[in-house]
């Protein structure tokens, strides 16, 4: 049955608008990184929540390619935003540490992940996660980077559903047929570091049948990852006292 997406972003709308309310909040955050995921909350946030919303392009050497991307996601969508360029912080916390490339890469959301919360506390706003369901059930994403956040309004969309959405609300076709990478190095690509693609992750979390091994691969993921989607664990359930 084919998906009502005006419906599915009206539902988005409406929760975010609730989750403001409930939480007392004024607005919210997120981050633009040129890719599709954060071009979609930047359409929404633009559509629906246009003076309560804030868009941060993190700078931490970026491409080129994804700093344009970026800006023209940005500008497009006249969304209000600010531009930080984090690369003499990133060079000062890792002046000292042993050098590792993937410790890197992390540290780089992590530390984008920290300066969201900094802007939302300045403005009284919550921080707006932008993973997808492919990402999280595959655990594709950083504990305690991009997965920091308060709220992820597009949890529950798979990477065509994200797509299809973007269409609707104008996103620019360079950013919805761009290959989706983490940007965290030069030629990244998302489906190489999975090594299944997202129309099959699609697939599986739509309940469609999929190659055997495309399907253990995502398991794989999955149950790798099981720690990214926890709290930190402790000795009791978190909250209750040992006697």
């Given at each position: 049955m084919k998906k009502d997406y005006i419906k599915i972003i009206n539902i988005i709308a409406n929760w975010i608008n609730g989750v403001l309310e409930e939480s007392k909040t004024k607005g919210f955050v997120f981050g633009v990184s040129g890719g599709i995921d954060s071009a979609l909350i930047c359409a929404i946030?633009?559509?629906?929540?246009?003076?309560k919303s804030l868009a941060l392009r993190l700078d931490i050497y970026n491409s080129t390619k994804d700093v344009n991307d970026a800006n023209l996601v940005i500008n497009h969508f006249k969304i209000n935003s600010v531009n930080k360029n984090l690369e003499q912080t990133f060079n000062a916390i890792i002046k000292d540490l042993p050098d590792n490339k993937l410790a890197k890469m992390n540290l780089k959301s992590r530390l984008r992940m920290v300066t969201l919360y900094y802007y939302a506390q300045v403005y009284n706003y919550l921080v707006c996660g932008t993973s997808n369901a492919d990402e999280i059930y595959t655990g594709y994403f950083t504990k305690f980077g991009d997965s920091g956040s308060d709220f992820i309004p597009l949890a529950n969309l798979t990477k065509?559903?994200?797509?299809?959405?973007?269409?609707?609300?104008?996103?620019?076709?360079?950013?919805?047929?761009?290959?989706?990478s983490a940007g965290l190095f030069e030629n990244q690509k998302d489906e190489d570091d999975l090594k299944v693609?997202?129309?099959?992750?699609?697939?599986f979390l739509e309940k469609k049948e999929i190659p055997k091994n495309d399907y253990e691969r995502i398991e794989y993921l999955h149950r790798i990852s099981e720690h990214k989607r926890n709290l930190p664990k402790s000795i009791l359930k978190l909250g209750e006292i040992i006697k």
């Open positions: 946030a633009s559509k629906f929540f246009k003076d065509n559903d994200v797509r299809e959405c973007a269409k609707l609300l104008g996103v620019p076709n360079q950013i919805i047929f761009k290959d989706p693609t997202y129309e099959m992750i699609d697939n």
